[in-house]
C-alpha cells in the first residue's frame, strides 16, 4: 500500500486563519445588513434577475460539491469497500458543511426568510422548489446523523453511538435517496423555463445531467479535500485510495461526456457551439476545463497514477462545475444585465470562509480517521 507524506504547513495556516475569519465577519455584516435594509443596497437582484450568485454559486454549486458523501456513505456502508473508509468522515463533514452552507445563503436570498416554516407546513406537492427545500431540510439532518458518531465518541456517549450504528444502514440507504432525488430536482428547476435559457444549456435532460455532474464532481471534491486537508494538517494519502476515487470520477465524466453530446446531436444544436458567441465561448471553456481534460489526465498511463495529477484532474472537475452552474444560472439566463454587488459576493465569500474554518476546526478536535 503506496502513501506520499505531507507536511504541516503551521505559518500559512495561522495567517490563512486570521484571513478567513476577517472574509466571514465581512459576510455576516453583509448579511445582517441585507436583513436590515433589503436587497436593493447589497445585491443587483431585481424582478427582471431575481437569482443572483447566492442561488446560482451558493446553492447550484454548494449541492454538488457535497456529492461526495452520499457516494462515499453508499459505497462504504452499503456495498461493503473498506478500503474508502479511512476519508468517509471528511467527506460526510465535507457534505454536512456544505449543505449548512447553502442553508446559510438561502436565508439570505429568500425575501422573507422568517418565513421558512411555511414550507412545512403549506405543502406545494407540483413545485420543484418545494421538492429541493424538502430534501435539503431532510437530507441535511440525515447528514447529521451520519456524521454524529465522531462527535459522540468525542463525548463519549457510547450508548447512543451504539444505537446510530444499528440503524447506520437504513439512515444511509434514506440519504443516498434524498440526495439522488435533489441534485437531479435542482436540474427540474430550469425545465419550467425553456424560452429564457439559451439552446445550449436548456436540454430536457439537465435532471440527469445536474445528477451526472454531480456524482463526478463528488469524487473530485473528496479527492480535492483530503489533499488539502492533509497538506495543510499534516499526514498521509493512500495513494490507492486517490486512484480508485479517479477511476470512479473518469467513469462518471465520460458518461456526461456521452450525455453532453448525444444532446446536442439529437437536438441539432452543434452549430452554436462554434458559432464564435460569449454563450458559445463559456460552453466551450466550462467542458474543455471540466470535462476533456481531467478525462485526458485520467486516459493518460503515466499521469492517471500520479497523485499530483490525479489531484489536478479533481481541481478541473470542480472547477468545470462551478463553470457549468455559473453558465446555467447567469450565462445562459436570459434577461436585464447582472454583475453582483460587493457586499452581494461578501455574503458568498463569508459563507465558505466559514465553512473551511469549520472544516479546519473539526479535523483538529475530532476523531475524523477510521481504520
Known sequence: MTSITLPIIKKQASIGTLVLLALAALGAFAALFRW??????????????????????????????????????????????????????????????????????????????????????????????????????????????????????????????????KISIPVVILGVTLSTMHQSSLGSLFLIVPLKMYPLWYTPLLPLIFLVSAISVGFGMVIFECALSHRFLGGHIRKDIFEGLSRGMLIALSVLLLIKLADLIAAGEMGLVFDGSFQSFMFLLENLIGIILPIAILLTPSLRTNTAWIFRAALLTVLGLILYRLNIGLVGMAGEPYFPQLLEVAVTVGVFSAGILAFGFAMKNLPLEEE
Not at 72 to 98: C, D, M, Q, S
Not at 117 to 135: R, T
Not at 138 to 146: D, F, N, Q
Request: charged share 10%; glycine share 8%; proline share 6%.
Open 36 to 165: 436590515v435594509d433589503g436587497f436593493d443596497q447589497v445585491s443587483s437582484l431585481s424582478d427582471s434577475r431575481p437569482w443572483g450568485i447566492w442561488i446560482s454559486f451558493d446553492l447550484l454549486v454548494g449541492v454538488p460539491i457535497s456529492a461526495g458523501a452520499f457516494i462515499l456513505a453508499a459505497t462504504v456502508h452499503i456495498f461493503h469497500i473498506e478500503k474508502y473508509r479511512p476519508i468517509l468522515r471528511p467527506a460526510l463533514l465535507t457534505g454536512f458543511l456544505g449543505y449548512l452552507m447553502v442553508i446559510l445563503a438561502l436565508m439570505v436570498d429568500l425575501g422573507q426568510p422568517q418565513r421558512i416554516w411555511h414550507m412545512l407546513i403549506y405543502w406545494n406537492l407540483h413545485s420543484p422548489l418545494f421538492e429541493v427545500g424538502m430534501c435539503v431540510m431532510t437530507y441535511t439532518a440525515v447528514l447529521l446523523i451520519e456524521f454524529s458518531p465522531p462527535i459522540l465518541e468525542k463525548l463519549g456517549w457510547t450508548g447512543l453511538l451504539g444505537f446510530l450504528k
